[in-house]
Protein backbone atom coordinates (compact mmCIF):
# COMPACT_ATOMS: atom_id res chain seq x y z
CA UNK A 1 0.00 0.00 0.00
CA UNK A 2 1.22 3.14 -0.54
CA UNK A 3 1.49 5.75 2.51
CA UNK A 4 2.55 8.65 0.09
CA UNK A 5 3.10 8.71 -3.41
CA UNK A 6 6.57 7.31 -3.79
CA UNK A 7 6.51 5.35 -0.41
CA UNK A 8 5.36 2.03 -0.03
CA UNK A 9 3.75 0.57 3.51
CA UNK A 10 3.49 -2.59 4.13
CA UNK A 11 0.75 -3.68 6.31
CA UNK A 12 -0.11 -6.89 8.70
CA UNK A 13 -3.24 -8.89 8.07
CA UNK A 14 -4.60 -7.80 11.18
CA UNK A 15 -4.48 -4.11 10.92
CA UNK A 16 -6.09 -4.47 7.30
CA UNK A 17 -8.68 -6.35 9.37
CA UNK A 18 -9.14 -3.76 11.62
CA UNK A 19 -9.07 -1.33 9.54
CA UNK A 20 -12.04 -3.03 7.76
CA UNK A 21 -14.04 -3.59 10.76
CA UNK A 22 -13.75 0.23 11.42
CA UNK A 23 -15.14 1.48 7.97
CA UNK A 24 -18.66 1.39 7.34
CA UNK A 25 -18.54 0.41 3.37
CA UNK A 26 -15.27 -0.42 0.90
CA UNK A 27 -15.32 3.21 -0.06
CA UNK A 28 -14.03 4.54 3.36
CA UNK A 29 -12.00 1.55 4.05
CA UNK A 30 -10.21 2.25 0.32
CA UNK A 31 -9.98 5.97 1.54
CA UNK A 32 -8.06 4.96 4.68
CA UNK A 33 -5.53 2.93 2.92
CA UNK A 34 -5.54 5.50 -0.14
CA UNK A 35 -6.56 3.10 -3.31
CA UNK A 36 -9.28 2.96 -5.38
CA UNK A 37 -12.37 0.22 -4.07
CA UNK A 38 -11.56 -2.09 -7.37
CA UNK A 39 -8.10 -2.68 -5.28
CA UNK A 40 -10.02 -2.97 -1.94
CA UNK A 41 -12.27 -5.86 -3.60
CA UNK A 42 -9.35 -7.00 -4.43
CA UNK A 43 -7.23 -6.88 -1.68
CA UNK A 44 -9.77 -8.12 0.24
CA UNK A 45 -10.09 -11.57 -1.88
CA UNK A 46 -6.36 -12.31 -1.13
CA UNK A 47 -7.06 -11.89 2.51
CA UNK A 48 -10.05 -14.19 2.22
CA UNK A 49 -12.70 -11.78 3.57
CA UNK A 50 -16.36 -12.74 1.75
CA UNK A 51 -17.18 -9.69 1.30
CA UNK A 52 -19.92 -10.51 -1.16
CA UNK A 53 -21.66 -12.32 2.04
CA UNK A 54 -21.49 -9.01 3.92
CA UNK A 55 -23.06 -7.00 1.27
CA UNK A 56 -25.50 -9.49 0.62
CA UNK A 57 -26.39 -9.24 4.05
CA UNK A 58 -27.21 -5.46 3.44
CA UNK A 59 -29.59 -6.53 0.39
CA UNK A 60 -31.52 -8.63 2.48
CA UNK A 61 -32.38 -6.10 5.52
CA UNK A 62 -34.06 -4.47 2.31
CA UNK A 63 -31.44 -1.69 0.89
CA UNK A 64 -31.18 -1.34 -2.25
CA UNK A 65 -28.38 -3.03 -4.81
CA UNK A 66 -28.08 0.12 -5.99
CA UNK A 67 -27.78 2.01 -3.18
CA UNK A 68 -25.50 -0.82 -1.66
CA UNK A 69 -22.85 -0.03 -5.00
CA UNK A 70 -23.02 3.32 -4.87
CA UNK A 71 -21.91 3.65 -1.05
CA UNK A 72 -18.84 0.96 -2.10
CA UNK A 73 -17.86 2.37 -5.19
CA UNK A 74 -18.99 0.18 -7.81
CA UNK A 75 -21.97 -0.28 -10.19
CA UNK A 76 -24.67 -1.78 -9.32
CA UNK A 77 -24.70 -4.30 -12.77
CA UNK A 78 -21.19 -5.48 -10.89
CA UNK A 79 -22.64 -5.62 -7.71
CA UNK A 80 -25.48 -7.99 -8.38
CA UNK A 81 -23.21 -9.83 -10.63
CA UNK A 82 -21.38 -10.57 -7.91
CA UNK A 83 -24.47 -11.92 -5.97
CA UNK A 84 -25.21 -14.30 -8.90
CA UNK A 85 -21.63 -15.94 -8.99
CA UNK A 86 -21.83 -16.65 -5.73
CA UNK A 87 -24.97 -18.71 -6.03
CA UNK A 88 -27.68 -15.15 -4.33
CA UNK A 89 -31.04 -14.39 -5.61
CA UNK A 90 -31.49 -11.13 -6.69
CA UNK A 91 -34.46 -9.30 -7.97
CA UNK A 92 -34.91 -7.88 -10.85
CA UNK A 93 -36.16 -4.48 -11.66
CA UNK A 94 -36.78 -1.25 -9.22
CA UNK A 95 -38.21 -1.96 -6.01
CA UNK A 96 -41.98 -1.18 -5.57
CA UNK A 97 -42.19 2.39 -3.63
CA UNK A 98 -42.80 2.63 -0.19
CA UNK A 99 -46.32 4.46 0.09
CA UNK A 100 -48.68 4.93 3.01
CA UNK A 101 -51.39 2.81 2.29
CA UNK A 102 -53.72 5.64 4.75
CA UNK A 103 -52.61 8.13 1.96
CA UNK A 104 -53.47 6.08 -1.14
CA UNK A 105 -56.81 5.28 0.07
CA UNK A 106 -57.96 9.12 0.90
CA UNK A 107 -56.29 9.91 -2.27
CA UNK A 108 -58.47 7.30 -4.51
CA UNK A 109 -61.61 8.14 -2.33
CA UNK A 110 -61.77 11.68 -3.23
CA UNK A 111 -61.04 10.95 -6.57
CA UNK A 112 -60.91 7.61 -7.89
CA UNK A 113 -58.69 8.05 -11.18
CA UNK A 114 -54.83 6.55 -11.42
CA UNK A 115 -53.39 8.84 -13.06
CA UNK A 116 -53.91 11.67 -9.95
CA UNK A 117 -52.49 8.48 -7.56
CA UNK A 118 -49.07 8.17 -9.90
CA UNK A 119 -48.68 12.03 -10.07
CA UNK A 120 -49.57 12.56 -5.84
CA UNK A 121 -46.49 9.61 -5.32
CA UNK A 122 -44.71 10.53 -8.81
CA UNK A 123 -44.87 6.94 -9.62
CA UNK A 124 -46.00 5.42 -13.19
CA UNK A 125 -49.14 4.87 -13.60
CA UNK A 126 -48.96 1.26 -13.83
CA UNK A 127 -47.33 1.25 -10.22
CA UNK A 128 -50.29 2.77 -8.77
CA UNK A 129 -52.62 0.31 -10.77
CA UNK A 130 -50.68 -2.40 -8.71
CA UNK A 131 -50.66 -0.40 -5.65
CA UNK A 132 -54.67 -0.03 -5.62
CA UNK A 133 -55.09 -3.27 -6.56
CA UNK A 134 -52.83 -4.46 -3.90
CA UNK A 135 -55.02 -2.53 -1.73
CA UNK A 136 -58.37 -3.93 -3.06
CA UNK A 137 -59.39 -0.49 -4.14
CA UNK A 138 -59.79 -1.80 -7.86
CA UNK A 139 -60.37 -5.03 -9.07
CA UNK A 140 -59.43 -6.58 -12.47
CA UNK A 141 -58.84 -3.08 -14.37
CA UNK A 142 -58.92 -3.24 -18.01
CA UNK A 143 -56.89 -0.91 -20.07
CA UNK A 144 -55.24 2.40 -19.88
CA UNK A 145 -56.43 5.63 -18.40
CA UNK A 146 -57.47 7.97 -21.24
CA UNK A 147 -55.34 10.94 -22.44
CA UNK A 148 -57.33 14.20 -21.68
CA UNK A 149 -57.31 16.38 -25.39
CA UNK A 150 -57.20 20.27 -25.02
CA UNK A 151 -60.68 21.57 -25.90
CA UNK A 152 -60.67 22.68 -29.59
CA UNK A 153 -60.32 26.35 -29.76
CA UNK A 154 -63.86 28.41 -32.24
CA UNK A 155 -62.33 29.32 -35.85
Known sequence: M????????????????????????HKE???????SPLVVRRLLDLLGVDYVQRLYRQYERGKACSDIANANGMKPATLSKLFKERGFEVKRGVRRPNVPKHKLRRIWTETPVINRVARKFTIHWQTALRLLEDEKLIVGYKGRPRKLSKPSQPP
Do not use: D
Open 2 to 25: RETPNAWQPYLRRKLLALLKLSKS
Open 29 to 35: FAERLGI
